[in-house]
């Protein structure tokens, strides 16, 4: 491991979430210790209140994400913002998630106590054949989105487009969306966990049905949707040993990189998220596994990965 705290690498303990769909994926398959069934969600990189994710080792062991960035901002670039602007989820749907979307950051900030909003986007770590995901709706105009809402005609509002493993889908906010079953995806998003439910197939939790936010749902909802073409990209064959870029957009930078031997690149970004979706390697020396998620700071300079493994890793810009 390199020498001084700019340039050590900062391990996460993530925090992980029981879901009404949530399966066993995240504890079985990416040892996160956590017990029960409906282990939906790993916060992996977060400083959110609902989630704080503490440093696992190293220099800042024990602390939390929120203080790192707090109290040490040149680790981060020295950001003008006023949180760590992202969260980095593995989400693992048994069942099918609520139908919902999200709004920006001005309609969040008015509605929900300064909150931001949330754009966000997926990267489809696995999925059974014939998957689909919610993506969009069929409405032409505002008018007929109300209509179709009023009079419950879910089958011919909701859009469904299939999915297969290695496919990248962009969610702005006004997105109608949802993960349906069997479903394995790294979330990159903004730190915000404000989500409006349109439609929950009439599920009950606790005997009683979950809360709909129908009227905050519609205000926000883009009409008409962006076409089912434009919504799902597939990126299963990047060249190996590169930290290739799949997405950028005002809120954040996503990277892809499978390392099958050995990679260098430079760290040139305010900070990189780092979550390792299979495999196993080492970046400098620092042993790594399906599952990690860490921090390579601002200053690190050159990284070294070796071994066969695949991330994703996202930054902001200044």
Known sequence: MKKGNSEELIFLVPVCKHNIWGGVKLREEFGYPVEGDGIGECWG??????????????????RKLSELWAEHPELFGNLQYDRYPLL?????????????????????????????????????????????IVIGHNAKDREELKQMVAEGRWQELIREIPIHKGDFIQIDPGTVHAIKADTLILETQQNSAITY????????????????????????ITVPAKSAEESVESISNLPENTLNQIYTCEKYTVFKMDVNGSAVFEQSYPFLAASVLEGDGSV????????????IPNGYGKVEMNGSMSLILSTVER
Request: proline share 3%; hydrophobic share 25%.
């Open 45 to 62: 990189v977060s400083a959110h209140p609902e989630g704080d994710g503490t440093v696992r080792d190293g220099a800042y062991k024990g």
């Open 88 to 132: 980095t989820k593995i989400i693992d749907a048994q069942d099918d998630l609520s139908i919902q979307v999200h709004p920006d950051d001005a309609y969040a900030r008015k509605n929900e106590n300064g909150s931001l909003g949330k754009t966000e986007c997926w990267y489809i770590m696995g999925c059974k054949e014939d998957a689909t």
């Open 197 to 220: 439910r349109l439609y929950d197939y009439g599920r009950l939790q606790n005997g009683k049905p979950r809360e709909l936010h129908i009227e905050k749902s519609l205000d926000v």
């Open 284 to 295: 400098d020396g620092s042993e790594v596994h399906k599952g990690d998620h860490f921090i």
